[in-house]
């Protein structure tokens, strides 16, 4: 294993050693992201306007399309950090814990003064009043659902009142087992369960970042129904090696539970009508989690002038609106998510305006810097409850709760 971290590392530093350009005359940013090629084919263009502006500064654009997040924390661990480092929400508090980030605050007052950014995306990456990352998209979990489907049933199209029995007797009515149709789709990720957790007052952790698991039982136990006592959902065997996307595309699920990024690929190869609505109400309303993504700055970046100038221009109205267009993100920048770029009459889905409720209604998604580790350990302890042979209530357990909120036992 240790061989094989440092064949990593070894390659990690030819990789930046090799695409450093030596000129004396530019200062060199190191930037690195994730993303598809869809992504990437609006980054690079963007960062060619950015030195084509700033003819002094030369940015080397690090993609990494899988295991980001290792790889980001190899080079770290390997003093290679990049400059600016897009990251999420869920990972950003490790960092800050760590002390690797810049307090972004003081160079964006005007920005946050003004309110440019959607309140909810910023306080995804604020921690002890100070901002760590400066956002360029927020995401709200909507449902998906196939017009001709309910039009083949025979069901109404559902409407933003409607509540989670609702979803669930909808569902009933497009389920038919024998044909391989189902209602709905169930992900077993917990980013998919918190809609039903949130809507009805649960939590995984609270705003101190601790494990409370409050009135969670219940909550998962529906979503776990959804399979297994209501049978709107496939099961594991039932679903095989397909994605919940490939399922909704193929016509075997009627509703899909999911974020933005699935707009493209739906417009794409959707050979069906659909459309999105906002996630049905429980007790507490319609309440979904807030995730969000933006650009980090490396406490050890040499350049920080370079980078705030290189973040405030992929943040600026222009460069969020050419996100916007390609249909991957809500933008977090507000003047770009009311834009025409967001909002496109002739491209699905028809009402793109429920995205911009859920961010409303939402709540950010509450984490703490074992975030990661916390998802895997509960993931794991709920699958006998989707499979069926255990309820939430006998494994959401005080000795759960303690052995997560231990950190020596998450680390």
């Not at 897009?86 to 003081?106: Q, V």
Request: proline content about 5%; overall charge neutral; glycine content about 4%.
């Amino acid at each position: 294993m240790k061989r094989f971290l440092a064949v990593v590392v070894f390659l990690f530093v030819v990789i930046l050693g090799g695409c450093k350009q030596i000129d004396n005359n530019r200062t060199v940013i190191k930037f690195a992201s994730w993303g598809s090629q869809s992504e990437v084919s609006v980054i690079k263009p963007l960062i060619e306007g950015f030195e084509r502006q700033n003819p002094d500064i030369k940015v080397e654009f690090l993609h990494i399309p899988q295991n980001y997040f290792q790889k980001i924390h190899l080079l770290f661990a390997s003093n290679l950090a990049p400059d600016v480092i897009f990251m999420n929400n869920y990972y950003t508090p490790k960092y800050i814990k760590a002390g690797l980030f810049e307090d972004l605050s003081p160079y964006f007052k005007e920005e946050l003064k003004n309110q440019m950014f959607f309140e909810k995306s910023v306080q995804c990456f604020t921690y002890d009043e100070k901002l760590y990352a400066i956002p360029r998209d927020v995401s709200a979990l909507v449902v998906y659902y196939n017009k001709n489907a309910f039009d083949r049933n025979g069901v109404k199209y559902p409407n933003s009142d409607w509540t989670i029995n609702d979803f669930i007797e909808t569902g009933k009515k497009l389920t038919n087992p024998k044909n391989k149709k189902w209602g709905t789709g169930v992900e077993r990720d917990i980013l998919f369960m918190l809609p039903f957790l949130y809507s009805n007052n649960a939590r995984i952790i609270n705003e101190n970042g601790e494990i409370i698991l409050d009135n969670a039982a219940e909550p998962i136990q529906l979503y776990a129904d959804l399979v297994n006592k209501f049978h709107i959902a496939p099961s594991k065997a039932e679903t095989g090696s397909l994605t919940l996307a490939q399922m909704f595309l193929q016509e075997k699920i009627a509703m899909h539970i999911s974020g933005r990024w699935l707009v493209p690929k739906y417009r794409e190869e959707a050979k069906f009508d659909w459309d999105v609505i906002n996630f049905p109400s429980g007790s507490a309303g319609s309440v979904i989690n807030i995730d969000a993504s933006g650009y980090a700055v490396s406490k050890s970046s040499k350049h920080k002038e370079a980078d705030i100038k290189l973040i405030k221009y992929l943040t600026s109205k222009d460069a969020m609106e050419k996100f916007a267009k390609s249909g991957l993100i809500v933008p977090a920048r507000k003047d770009a998510a009311f834009s025409d770029s967001f909002f496109v009459p002739e491209k699905k889905p028809k009402h793109a305006s429920v995205f911009l409720k859920a961010v409303e209604t939402g709540v950010p998604t509450g984490v703490n810097e074992h975030y990661q580790k916390i998802n895997d350990i509960l993931e794991n302890a709920l699958e006998p409850v989707f499979e069926g042979t255990k309820t939430a209530k006998n494994v959401l357990t005080q000795d759960l709760i303690n052995r997560l909120n231990h950190h020596k036992s998450v680390d």
